[in-house]
């Protein structure tokens, strides 16, 4: 059974400060591995995709793959309270389905 | 706004009986995949549909059954509803198979809410 593990939260920060959010996969084939944050109420929006080993950055979020030790992480920096949400990690399965872990909820207090 | 619309939003159902789900996907895309995320979990993949056929499968029974028409507007349909079934389910489409799962780029619609009593 492939699987995506989360720790479901909840992480709290205070404004200004990086939130940390990590994920640990279990199919070392998968090759795509993807970020969604979900507001309360909301459905799923794609805010970070990375494929190699390493760091990518987008704005305020970087992403860091690390394929060895089958681990994905996104780091969100000077925290807003917008960001207040529940994160998705997400790593494609052979074929056309994405395994979502379940979430980990992100509490930005002002 | 992802362009995706879902109907109904919200709907309550007792057990046994049946329910049909509709998806209209974004202009310009031809794949639709159907996702159930149950309270506190992440979305589970049910199936997709490409060119008015299956083109995958998560682990649901056969009672969880789909269709997708010319348009490439989708239905879900579950017979013989369970209390566990109760759950958000999610439609996504996307420009074709591989797109959501190299790209990501599943554009998820705002859902529809079953409650099973």
């Known amino acids: 059974q492939k699987e995506v593990e989360q720790n479901s939260g909840p992480l709290s920060v205070p404004e200004g400060a990086i939130a940390s959010l990590n994920c640990t996969y279990s199919d070392r084939v998968s090759q795509s591995f993807f970020w969604y944050r979900q507001y309360s109420g909301k459905s799923p929006e794609l805010i970070m995709s990375?494929?190699?080993?390493g760091d990518k950055e987008d704005g305020r979020f970087t992403a860091q793959l690390n394929k060895a030790s089958q681990y994905v992480s996104l780091l969100i920096r000077d925290s807003q309270p917008s960001d207040s949400a529940t994160y998705l990690c997400a790593v494609n399965q052979a074929g056309t389905a994405l395994i979502f872990g379940k979430g980990t909820t992100l509490s930005v207090s002002s | 706004e992802t362009g995706v619309t879902q109907s109904p939003t919200h709907l309550i159902k007792t057990r046994g009986q049946q329910v049909t789900l509709r998806c209209s996907s974004q202009?310009?895309?031809?794949?639709v995949s159907w996702y159930q995320q149950a309270l506190g979990q992440g979305p589970q993949f049910i199936f997709q549909y490409y060119r008015e056929e299956e083109n995958g499968r998560g682990n649901f029974p056969p009672r969880f059954s789909g269709l997708q028409f010319p348009n490439y507007s989708s239905e879900l349909n579950v017979n013989a509803l369970e209390l566990d079934d109760s759950a958000l389910y999610l439609c996504a489409s996307s420009l074709d198979p591989l797109a959501a799962t190299i790209t990501g780029e599943l554009f998820f619609g705002e859902g529809s809410r079953l409650t099973v009593l």
């Open positions: 202009s310009g895309h031809n794949t």
């Open positions: 990375i494929y190699s080993n």
